[in-house]
């Protein structure tokens, strides 16, 4: 009998710690155990083929396949990919992202949060902003924490402003009180990815606002972080920081990186003129480290189908 136990001994500890992980996962995606199984399969396995036909999209959306109307949503905005794209239509691509947020969709959550903050397709709600991130954010969607920290953080704008017309302190405390949270949002945003919730960070910490001591070394590090997630306002921001040298140490090879970069993914007059205006100032071997550098950042950056397409799944 005794060796029966030790034998079996593996299976129940397998057993136990299967159950602990389980548990474990309900609590970070924030979803019954119940739940899981879904929730696995909309995070990590939904093949859903987002090239189809835009009459079968439509047919899907309408039959309440959250993920088709989510996707017939994103192939009417600028975010998806140029083969994908049907027309640009914010109010359409706002219509249907609701749908399927309400159909449970979580990164269609993120999105509509955002839609209600900037009055996108939709007419500007910051309560239902708010709802909608929480929500994105309990179920794991960083740019729903980026949208919480974007609404705090306009609530801090407006108490500063109070404080500063009647030289109220009350109204002074809760505006540092606010942005405290709304950059607490942001690091958690940063802390899983989010590109632009990197480069508030960095902001805020060039700024140094309530709770974040000023500190350029680290601005410098979050900007380069979100840049490496081929955030355009970042890169530009890297360029001019290392090229001024004011915020970080003046570095014309690694500006010129930058702004290869840059010219090479926009591929606008203006980014190329300005490249040309800083290779004028240089020397060849400086130009040289530059390129070579600009070499290996275009590597290292997710590519731009790569990164159209991530909007398509849950997860991102």
């Known amino acids: 009998m005794r060796s ?6 593996p299976y129940v500890f397998g057993t136990v710690l299967a159950g602990l992980l389980t548990f474990d996962l309900s609590h970070q995606w924030e979803v019954p155990v119940s739940q899981l199984p879904g929730e696995f399969f909309e995070r990590y396995v ?19 396949n959250v993920q088709a109307q989510y996707v017939y949503a994103l192939r009417h905005t600028a975010y ?27 990164r269609a959550m993120a999105v509509v949060a955002l839609y209600y903050f900037r009055g996108t397709g939709t007419t500007k709600n910051l309560k ?19 949208v919480l920290g974007d609404l705090r953080r306009e609530e801090a704008r407006a108490l500063k402003a109070a404080s500063a017309a009647g030289e109220n302190k009350k109204a002074l405390a809760d505006h540092e009180n606010a942005m405290r949270e709304a950059f607490a949002y942001y ?17 805020g910490h060039d700024e140094g606002v309530p709770g974040m001591p000023r500190n350029y070394e680290l601005g410098t590090e979050f900007l380069r972080r979100s840049a490496m997630r081929r955030d355009l306002t970042a890169i530009r921001a890297m360029a001019e920081r290392l090229e001024q040298g004011v915020k970080a140490p003046r570095d014309l ?14 591929g606008t007059e203006k980014d190329a ?3 040309a205006r800083l290779e004028g100032a240089m020397g060849l071997p400086e130009i040289q480290r530059g390129q070579h550098d600009a070499a290996k950042i275009l590597k290292d950056l997710p590519s731009e189908a790569a990164d159209a397409l991530s909007r398509l799944h849950n997860s991102r």
């Open 4 to 9: 029966r136990l030790v034998s079996l001994r």
């Open 273 to 275: 003129a300005e490249l």
């Open 46 to 64: 939904d093949g859903f083929d987002p090239h189809a036909e835009p009459a079968a999209l439509l047919a899907l959306a309408d039959k309440g």
């Open 187 to 203: 690091g958690r945003g940063a802390d899983a990815g989010e590109r632009v919730a990197l480069r508030m960070m960095s902001e």
């Open 128 to 146: 239902e902003a708010k709802k909608w991130a929480d929500r994105a954010v309990a179920k794991g969607q960083s740019m729903g924490f980026r």
């Open 80 to 106: 998806a990919p140029v083969e994908l794209r049907i027309r640009e239509d914010r109010e359409l691509a706002f219509h249907w992202t609701l749908k399927a947020a309400d159909g449970g969709h979580s």
């Open 253 to 266: 090879s690694q500006a010129y990186a930058w702004r290869l970069v840059l010219s090479q993914l926009t």
